[in-house]
């Protein structure tokens, strides 16, 4: 069954859309398999995507899984950042190869297209006394952050500590914050909170927020392996379940490749048969040059093709064909082409030499 891709940076809502249309999918008796990044190093952690070796690792895991989950019977959920490109192009050669349609939802942060979060500079502040923090805010001018609402304060929003005051209490508080996770609950409905394995429970810094900003690379619907391309902005637009139902069960999956076809069953006997074959054709039409003339054409029994004589061919010649044809055959075995090999070599030579 399909493979749906979420792709989004950290605090988007990916987990929460994926927990809704897992829901959603289940509902109407369809396996779902959901893996994400606490499925594959036990507990999520955001200290993954500062180390590129570490990262690295996690994708492979990633695909792994996807790899193992991916069938014609059961839909696969990836809940992940999933910004490269390339590795989403993995994805879509999985779901090539094992036949079955996929299709990438992106979730946007609301106008965090045109902005991103802005790291205040301890420089900026125009004192070497003057510390600045950035911490997790759950409120903004008294009102509750709209579903969505990135966690991380504007400019306006910085903390300035003044000539060290109070600076032991904010270290004690940034702390404690740190190993704490974002608040969700307000996210969250009472049946979604059940499965609290679904949700992002880790806390991104603000420098790596901003690092895989730099980083992400957006899905561009133009590309092959990013459609259909699902686009939802902020937590209040409704997930298209229709249309993602129609990408998933109506349409055709992606046509595989000549590298993620497998290879047609032969017998075991069958490479011994087109040696014994085209050596067969060699030696006949090696015999059968001898008395002929140019323009004639060259028989060799039990064959229906045959090639026309146009000067004297040497046996070098013929045998780097044959070891051509050989090459290109055993990509190819096909135990219903075994009475036909010695036609198909003698057409290969007549083009081959003409």
């Known amino acids: 069954m399909p493979l749906v891709v979420f792709c989004g940076l950290p605090y988007c809502g990916k ?4 927990e809704e249309l897992r829901r959603a999918l289940a509902a109407e008796g369809r396996a779902v398999y959901v893996v994400d990044d606490a499925a ?16 690295k690792a996690l994708r492979g895991a990633l ?36 036949r079955t349609p996929l299709c990438l939802i992106y979730c946007v942060q ?13 420089e900026d502040c125009g004192s070497q006394n003057v510390s600045v923090s950035w911490r997790p805010c759950a409120k903004e001018e008294g009102r509750p952050l709209a579903p969505g609402t990135g966690f991380l304060r504007e400019s306006g929003a910085v903390d300035s500590i003044v000539n060290g005051r109070y600076l032991a209490q904010v270290s004690e508080e940034l702390e404690r914050e740190e190993t704490r996770a974002p608040d ?8 979604f909170e059940k499965n609290a394995k679904h949700m992002s429970s880790a806390f991104y810094p603000a420098e790596l927020l901003e690092a895989l900003m730099l980083r992400f690379e957006a899905p561009d619907s133009r590309n092959r392996w990013d459609r259909p391309l699902f686009t939802l902005v902020g937590l209040e637009e409704p997930l298209p379940l229709a249309e993602i139902r129609a990408a998933l069960f109506e349409n055709r999956a992606p046509p595989p490749h000549q590298s993620t076809q497998s290879q047609p069953l032969a017998s075991g006997s069958f490479l011994h048969h087109l040696d014994q074959v085209t050596s067969q ?19 060799l029994p039990g064959t229906v093709e045959h090639l026309r004589f146009t000067r004297p061919l040497t046996m070098a010649e013929l045998s780097r064909l044959r070891r051509q044809f050989i090459s290109y055959t055993k990509m190819h075995p096909n135990n219903e082409n075994l009475p036909q090999l010695a036609n198909m070599f003698l057409q290969y030579l007549s083009q081959s030499l003409h």
């Open 15 to 18: 987990s929460r859309r994926a």
């Open 40 to 55: 594959v190093l036990g507990a999520e952690d955001a200290t993954v995507y500062g180390d590129s070796a570490r990262e």
């Open 63 to 98: 695909r792994a899984a996807v790899e193992r989950r991916l069938s014609r019977h059961d839909v696969v959920i990836l809940d992940s950042l999933n910004y490269i490109k390339g590795f989403r192009y993995e994805l879509y050669c999985l779901a090539r190869a094992a």
């Open 110 to 122: 609301p106008g965090s297209l045109n902005r991103g979060p802005r790291v205040a500079d301890v």
């Open 184 to 191: 969700l609950a307000a996210l969250g409905t009472p049946d």
């Open 281 to 299: 054709v060699l030696a006949g039409l090696m015999e059968a040059q001898k008395s002929a003339v140019p323009g004639d054409f060259l028989k």
